[in-house]
C-alpha cells in the first residue's frame, strides 16, 4: 500500500532534469548529516577504523563526500525508474573486452558472479549490465547490522 502512495513521488524525481535532482540531492545531505545525524557515530567510528593514520579534519572530509555520495544514490535510484536505456548507457560504463567475456560465458552456459563495491551508483549498474548481456541479474546482499 505505501509503494502506490509513494508512487507520485517516485515518479516526480524520475522526471527532474539532473541538476535539480543534485540540489535536492544537497538538501537532503544538510539535513542527514548535520540535522539529524543519520547514524553519524557510526559513519565516523567506521572511518576511524579504516584510516587510523588520517587525521579528524580528513575524516570529517570523507564522512561529508560519503553523505553527499549515499544522497546522490538514494534519488539516483528513483531516477532510474523512468531514465531511458540511452541515458543509462551514458552514465554506466562497461568495458567492450568485459561484455565480450560475459556474454561468451553465458554462450557456454557458465554462471557469472560479479562482486563489486559500493561506488558510483551500483543499481544503475545492475541495469546497464542486463541491458548490454540481455540477461537476469540478481543483486545479493546482507543487512547491515550495527
Known amino acids: 500500500m505505501s509503494f502506490y502512495l509513494l508512487l507520485p513521488l517516485i515518479y516526480f524525481l524520475g522526471i527532474l532534469p539532473f541538476p535539480f535532482l543534485y ?5 537532503m545531505k544538510f539535513f542527514l548529516y548535520h540535522v539529524f545525524g543519520y547514524r553519524k557515530k557510526v559513519v565516523f ?3 576511524k577504523n579504516s ?6 579534519e580528513e575524516i570529517k572530509k570523507i564522512a561529508s563526500k560519503f553523505y ?3 544522497c546522490d544514490v538514494i534519488l539516483e535510484s528513483f531516477k532510474s525508474v523512468l531514465m531511458s536505456k540511452k541515458k543509462l548507457m551514458k552514465r ?11 556474454k561468451k560465458m553465458f554462450d557456454e552456459n557458465k554462471n557469472l558472479v560479479m562482486v563489486g563495491g ?3 551508483n551500483f543499481e544503475w549498474g545492475n ?17 547491515i547490522r550495527d
Not at 554506466?92 to 560475459?102: F, G, P, Q, V, Y
Open 51 to 56: 584510516f587510523p593514520e588520517k587525521k579528524d
Open 92 to 102: 554506466s560504463h562497461w568495458t567492450d573486452e568485459s561484455i565480450a567475456l560475459m
Open 45 to 47: 567510528t567506521n572511518l
Open 118 to 120: 559500493h561506488m558510483g
Open 68 to 70: 553527499t555520495h549515499l
Open 23 to 27: 540540489g535536492l540531492s544537497n538538501v
Open 127 to 143: 541495469l546497464s549490465f542486463s541491458a548490454q548481456v540481455q540477461h537476469q541479474v540478481m543483486g545479493v546482499y546482507k543487512p
